[in-house]
């Protein structure tokens, strides 16, 4: 894997890797889902754009939503 991040469309889990790559797919999985939760006004503006808990993928635009508001992995 390589340092330079693109916006594109990101698996669930493939995403939470890129920012938690040295735990378990499943632990980072939960860890970016709490950030997620806990970083101010990021899960509306997610929803406002179509995003729901049961989609395996974020859109590129839900991408960079979540770097505007967490940064970049």
């Known amino acids: 894997m390589t340092n330079e991040f693109k916006v594109r469309c990101y698996g669930r889990r493939e995403l ?24 101010p006004g990021l899960l509306d503006s997610l929803r406002q754009v179509g995003y729901t808990t049961k989609q395996r993928q974020f859109t590129p635009h839900q991408v960079q939503l979540i770097v505007n508001a967490i940064g970049e992995p």
């Not at 499943?26 to 889902?33: E, L, Q, R, T, V």
């Open 16 to 39: 939470a890797m890129r920012y938690c790559p040295d735990i378990a797919p499943a632990s980072a999985h939960k860890k970016f889902n709490l950030w997620i939760d806990r970083c």
